[in-house]
């Protein structure tokens, strides 16, 4: 059992039993929530459970990535100012395991256990998502990868919020094979039936011809980079200029795993962890001595269509970046440089020495002036970067990415399920902690005090509880300072004490981060 899983059976069974423990209000105005951090505390405190975890070794970046990096900087560089790119021309694109039941590669059983089935490992188990964003912050539709090969393999019609996704441009594929991993066929649909619709619509919305040149940015994943697919690519899409981000450089240098994976798979969880709860929920309401939970593949297959439209409304969120959607034509327009999404920002966040893939940075005039002096200063590396025909990386050769991990581990490297997508944001966008919460091994995790202690029998302000070990005040930030400048050396401002009113939500449980309430900072 994971510990997503153990939450949600926590929550119906206290909004079952006695929901009145999530009013107990604590010294800090917080309110008990069963964060994921109380779970496994629980879990090892009071049950005697102890972690389990399959393991993978783990990517490693080559000793001269930042060289590399920084030469496909400058190449990227050199083709939006060759062929006078938007930056709605250029999109990166990631495959990531989207698995069904949150926390496959470790579990909790009782300790001493010596052997422990961790379910979800297997390959049917989870689907394959492809997730593209152009670097103008445009969240590209879905393509989502099924094991199968017939469309009873495929999530039904009747599925929650199918025809919205349909309506977006989602799309839902076979992948006529024995796993659910993307291949050849499934990323010729991909092209065909997303990104050059995509490319084309931006280009009758500026104007453009449909010579326009545009650049596709993915990673050397073998089938990317074997000679069938770009052969294909070079006769059906000969405007999609394809750039490979650098093996073992995916975690530094692609915007779709530096900016948009996190969220991604925090927005997934919480929606797994909606669906367990209301089912448990319904089955105490409903007088059941023991509930269990359904993980049959055909309604886990189903109910995965509303996560990925949950996420991707979140991801999509209007009130940051301007959009006017309709598939194949999408013009995006964001608000102010202070203002940008987090999908603009994912772009930011690809550094490497004093360069960057936002398109800011590429179509500059720094790294204009970088470019002229590598003409006269290093005629190789210019001759590389100015060539017609990319050299593709030999596919019998093994790579860094081919040995990347299909899955990070869920439950200890995964932000709390009660983080607030817009605080995680924040973090991610603003580089800071959020009040409320702290960083504990790269992870989010809550301070308040109803997440820190264990809950005594009386109810209400004052409980004897109350005085815990957890900090007794919500740590707030001066609001007369900027929210994002810092204070002092190695603060975030002035701190002053403030009733914390991040636990006042009665729907807390839910994935709807609207409904959620946000860090303060």
Known sequence: MSVITARAIVVASILHQRPAIFEQTFKDSSHFRASDSFVRKFLHGQLSWSIRKATRAAQKRLKDWEDQCEHATFRLAYFIEEEQLIAELYVNSDQTQAVYAPGNRMTWAATGSKQVELVGLEEKRAFTLLVS???????????????????????????PNHVDCMNAGFKFESSNT???????????????????????????????????????????WSVHRSKEFWGWMHKNHPTIYVDYVPGGCTGAFQACDVGIQRPLKLLLRKSYHKDIVQEILSQLDNDSQAPTIDDSLGIVRDRSVQWLWNAYQALSDPALVKKVHNFGICCSTVHSIDNRSQLVKAFEGCAVREWNLS?????????????????????????????????????????????????????????????????????LTKDRIP???????????????????????????????????????????????????????????????KPNTWYSSNVFWRHNDDEDLDDDG
């Open 359 to 427: 398109f800011e940075c590429l179509s500059g005039f720094k790294i204009r002036g970088a470019l002229r002096q590598i003409k006269s200063s290093n005629p190789e590396l210019w001759k590389k970067l100015t060539t017609s025909s990319t050299k593709l990386p030999d596919t019998s050769e093994t790579l860094p990415k081919d040995e990347e991990p299909d899955s990070r581990p869920e439950d200890i490297d995964g932000d709390d399920t009660v983080l607030p997508m817009a605080t995680l944001v924040k973090a």
């Open 133 to 159: 964003v152009a670097a103008d912050g445009t969240l590209l539709p879905f393509q989502a990868v099924y094991q199968g090969s017939t469309k009873r393999t495929l999530p039904s019609p009747q599925a």
């Open 435 to 497: 009040t409320k919460f702290a960083l504990r091994n790269n992870v989010l995790s809550p301070l308040v005090d109803a997440e820190n202690t264990n809950l005594g029998d009386n109810e209400g302000t004052g409980g004897p509880n109350s005085t815990s070990e957890g900090p007794s005040t919500a740590m707030l930030e001066d609001p007369t300072r900027d929210g994002d400048g810092a204070g002092e050396e190695g603060t975030w401002g002035k701190q002053v004490r």
């Open 178 to 220: 024995k796993t659910y991993w993307s291949n050849q066929k499934t990323m010729q649909n991909f092209v065909n039936d997303i990104l050059a619709p995509y490319f084309d619509g931006v280009k009758v919305c500026h104007n453009r011809p449909p010579t326009q040149k545009s650049l596709w940015q993915i990673d050397v």
